[in-house]
């Protein structure tokens, strides 16, 4: 059983890592509402899966290593059961994100249908890790912290129709929904061009410029001490849009962006 609850531990993290990504080039198309700078987005959460990473690695060796020692079993067990746990909060934390991101694009009027379809998609699929992490986590703990194996256990022990629904299926979904949403059809690939305060304008800014030391951005990525004084560190360039050229690649914003290079590009 260790084995069903480790081995597909590794797969919920890696779509997950797709989605910081998405958020973060979402954010420098809307940097006027990004709460945090948008390059240093994919490190923090990567460093919180990594953090609950190690924890399941520690409980799976810890319970492979028991060779019949029950409490060790458990014990490993329970490691991997907590890190099933705090992987769901670090979802909800990045939902939260999403969240805070989407009422700011909607209270500035800056909520067109590609920044809107994106955030639905990171909800949606951020839904479907969260569910999966919730059902694993019931699955790990009924079985590795109960003193018995009552009959709700015994079902996880012996049909997989759980396996298929919680684990399964919402990971294909996800698979399915990120390939349909391609972020290539909806965002332009250069990061330094984004959505004027019309929500119709996109021009080409000099990109999100940190004023801090690089050191600083990892260690306070939330600019916690320039907002708390309100002076943020960074360069509020889309204040004077009109100081930055706008896009020759179309607007995405309304529906005729493109990120495909034209033919005489592409053949030299």
């Not at 004027?196 to 990525?221: Q, Y």
């Amino acid at each position: 059983m260790l084995l069903r609850s480790t081995d597909t531990a590794l797969g919920p993290p890696i779509y997950a890592a797709a989605e910081y990504n998405i958020l973060g080039r979402l954010m420098h198309y809307v940097p006027m509402h990004a709460p945090l700078n948008p390059d240093r987005l994919l490190w923090v959460f990567i460093y919180m899966g990594a953090a609950v990473e190690g924890l399941t690695a520690a409980g799976g060796a810890r319970a492979a290593a028991a060779k019949g020692d029950l409490a060790l079993y458990r014990s490993g067990g329970l490691l991997v059961s907590i890190a099933l746990v705090l992987q769901a909060i670090v979802e909800c934390l990045f939902l939260t994100t999403v969240l805070l991101m989407y009422r700011r694009c909607a209270r500035a009027h800056t909520l067109p249908k590609n920044v809107q379809r994106f955030c639905l998609m990171l909800y949606g699929t951020s839904a479907l890790v969260l569910v999966r992490c919730i059902a694993r986590a019931v699955e790990a703990f009924s079985v590795y912290t109960a003193s018995s194996c009552d009959s709700f256990c015994l079902v996880l022990l012996k049909h997989e129709w759980y396996l298929y629904v919680f684990e399964a299926a919402p990971m294909l979904l996800y698979t399915v929904w990120l390939n349909f949403m391609h972020p290539g059809y909806y965002l332009p690939k250069d990061r330094k061009q984004f959505l004027d305060l019309d929500g119709k304008t996109e021009r080409l800014g000099p990109g999100w410029i940190d004023k801090r030391a690089r050191w600083e951005t990892f260690v306070d990525p939330f600019d916690i001490q320039g907002n708390r004084v309100g002076k943020p560190n960074h360069e509020q360039y889309w204040v004077e849009a009109e100081r930055w050229p706008i896009s020759d690649t179309g607007c995405f914003a309304q529906g005729t962006g493109s990120n495909v290079l034209p033919t005489k590009e592409r053949s030299g």
